[in-house]
């Protein structure tokens, strides 16, 4: 999810839940004190009129004793003279935050709460306003409150009134309950709202952020085997995602420069190493001819050859180690052009022949492809191909009488070269890696075997720039079989191009 889409649902968090809840919390506040009301005040209504109109709410909180001493008073008056039933009756009255008053004549007989004094002088005269179960007299000063009056006549016939006093100031307590019990809930709406939202954003926000610091730290420290896991969607998932991928690249980057370090280390070993017997070999041939070894002219020649060769091997090392370099930066220089297949592999074949013939290793070279076909290639770069291919194989002849066979074939898109000899073959084990850098099967290095270890890499790199591919079969002590493909050189007709 995006910034904006979360700052949008923070917004709405923030201003729509709270009151959503405030107002779930006051529907059920309002039915739970609904029904206290309902018990305590007797109201049945199912409409709150009476939360508006609280003179109707407060004549219905004494309506049951008014209806019994209205009864009273109509059948059974001199009761009301009863001083333990009077107490009995305000006792039943103080639980509804109101008193009794019985006055008889002028006299009040009987004062259930002489605390409210100053009410007492405003009492209504006998026969005023009747009341009713559900309606009083509202009086308003110092002491604001509802009276309800009952004028009855006792036996003797004299006048009687009963008043039910009720004090507004200490009513209704359920009401500042409610009022009470809301607040608290809005400031509790208010802080699961803040919790909500910090536990939103933290998980959101402050956990990946936690997790690039530590990644950074890592990659501060050099440390690059970890992982930085994604969860989310949003953009700072996207960050983590790159700084992974940066992480990726680096670690490849660090170990790419570690094996090129080997590799490099290995090549200059193994250079040394190969260097060092033509080397010592020229040395040894030259001080022979300083001290006179050579006295003859024949032995002069043959010592002069020997350096000449030996130069030689030094010169096709020291080219190799050349050419490594620049397939490394991959600089390579190509001169592409058009060439015969016959005509090409004709030449190769002539001049490798001559130097196959010295070493009496026998050639035969086959070509079944038509006398027309041309490829694009570099001549130079693809004789290099062939005489390392070729070198490789005189290098671990082991039979008495070697042989090499070279053919071309016509498959389809493409022409296929197979160079087969019938050396000491390869290993199971070792075939698949032989085009790798610096592998070599052969672990002694000796003289007879020496080599860079990049010359069939060298090979592999060249074939591939060509677009083609390489690959090889060989069974220990029968022989090997290098192959390779080239893409054939095929014209366009001019109508064709331009159709396309």
Known sequence: MKFKNKIIISFCIIIFIPMLLAVAVLFGFQKIQLKTIEQTYGVESDDYSYFSNSMQLLSRFTREPFEKLLDLSKNDPDKLKDKAFLEQMNDTLREKYSYLVVRKGDELIYVGDDKEASLLTDLPAYGGEESGADTG???????????????????????????????????????????????????????????????????????????????????????????????????????????????????????????????????????????????????????????????????????????????????????????????????????????????????????????????????????????????????????????????NSVKYLDKQKGFINIRIKDVGDFIQVEIEDNGRGIAARDLPYIFDRFYRADASRNSATGGSGIGLSIVKKIIEDHGGKIWATSKESIGTVMYFVLRKYQEVPYEQSIDH
């Open 137 to 391: 007299i509202y009086v308003d000063g110092d002491k604001q409150a509802l009276i309800k009056q009952i004028d009855f006549e006792y036996s003797d016939e004299s006048q009687g009134s009963v008043f039910i006093i009720t004090i507004l100031e200490e009513t209704v307590p359920e009401l500042k309950s409610l009022m009470a019990d809301v607040a608290i809930s809005i400031v509790l709406i208010l802080i699961l709202t803040a919790c909500m939202l910090t536990v939103w954003i933290y998980t959101s926000f402050i956990n990946p952020i936690k997790k690039l610091q530590v990644a950074a730290q890592n990659i501060k420290d050099g440390n690059l085997d970890f992982t930085v896991d994604v969860e989310t969607n949003d953009e700072i998932g996207e960050l983590c995602r790159n700084f992974e991928e940066m992480r990726q690249r680096l670690k490849d980057n660090a170990e790419e420069k570690l094996s090129g370090e080997r590799e490099n280390k290995a090549l200059i070993s193994n250079i040394a190493h190969d260097l060092k017997t033509p080397i010592t070999a020229v040395k040894g041939y030259a001080e022979g001819l300083i001290d006179g070894v050579a006295d003859t002219p024949e032995k002069r020649d043959k010592y002069i050859r020997t350096i000449y060769n030996k130069a030689n091997e030094m010169d096709a090392l020291i080219n190799e180690l050349t050419l490594y370099a620049k397939i490394d930066t991959n600089r390579i220089p190509y001169n592409f052009a058009k060439l015969n297949v016959a005509e090409y592999f004709n030449d190769c074949i002539e001049e490798i022949g001559l130097d196959l013939e010295a070493k009496n290793i026998g050639l035969a070279y086959f070509n079944y492809a038509d006398g027309d076909v041309q490829i694009i290639a570099d001549p130079e770069q693809l004789k290099r191909v062939i005489n390392n291919i070729v070198g």
